[in-house]
């Protein structure tokens, strides 16, 4: 089987991402009229004050920047 210390890691990544996202996405209102660069600048120092590892931040910030510009432009 699989090693019990890499499904838990797994877990935990998959965990954080989501948190990371909701964390994100709350934020996203408030920078919503920001230019991409400001935005992602902004999000990144709001996540890390948050606590997220750098890692999970750049994995989720362009899924959160593509909702972003998705949402600015409906």
């Known amino acids: ?4 210390e890499i499904i838990s890691e797994v877990i935990l990544n998959i965990n954080e991402n989501e948190n990371a996202i909701r964390a994100a996405e709350k934020q996203a209102r408030r ?6 660069n400001e935005f992602r600048q902004k999000m ?3 996540l890390s004050r948050r606590g997220f590892h750098y890692g999970t ?7 959160v920047i593509a909702q972003h510009t998705t949402e600015t432009l409906e």
């Open 44 to 46: 990144i120092a709001y």
């Open 57 to 63: 931040i750049s994995e989720i910030i362009p899924q």
């Open 31 to 36: 920078y919503s009229r920001l230019p991409e």
């Open 1 to 4: 089987g699989i090693d019990r």
